[in-house]
């Protein structure tokens, strides 16, 4: 059975940190590409960062701001997220897509909220 789980939402102050953590399971992780998505009240999903390999590539809204990364050991992808600001505030989700047909998993969000 896939399973994506994340963790590390909460509410933080403007200029503060999270680090996200999505651990995955039931499908051979390494071999996926994995990414974060948001969702905001009122607004579409928007893909955040993507990791492909070796390769990371980010939404201009987080660029400098924001690290993805995976430990293919651990089955698990992070989203490290510096400077928060209030527009930031969403639900975040991570999602695996691979395997051949191509499937995409998506978990089931963790909350960020950016806030004084």
């Known amino acids: 059975q896939v399973q994506l789980v994340e963790s590390g939402g909460g509410l933080v102050q403007p200029g503060g940190s999270l680090r996200l953590s999505c651990l995955a399971s039931g499908f051979t992780f390494s071999s996926y590409t994995m990414s974060w998505y948001r969702q905001a009240p009122g607004k579409e999903r928007e893909l955040v960062a993507t990791?492909?390999?070796?390769?990371?590539d980010y939404v201009d809204s987080v660029k400098g701001r924001f690290t993805i990364s995976r430990d293919n050991a651990k089955n698990t992808v992070y989203l490290q997220m510096n400077s928060l600001k209030p527009e930031d505030t969403a639900v975040y989700y991570c999602?695996?897509?691979?395997?051949?047909?191509?499937?995409?998993?998506w978990g089931q969000g963790t909350q960020v909220t950016v806030s004084s």
């Open positions: 990791i492909i390999g070796f390769g990371r």
């Open positions: 999602r695996a897509a691979g395997g051949f047909p191509v499937r995409q998993y």
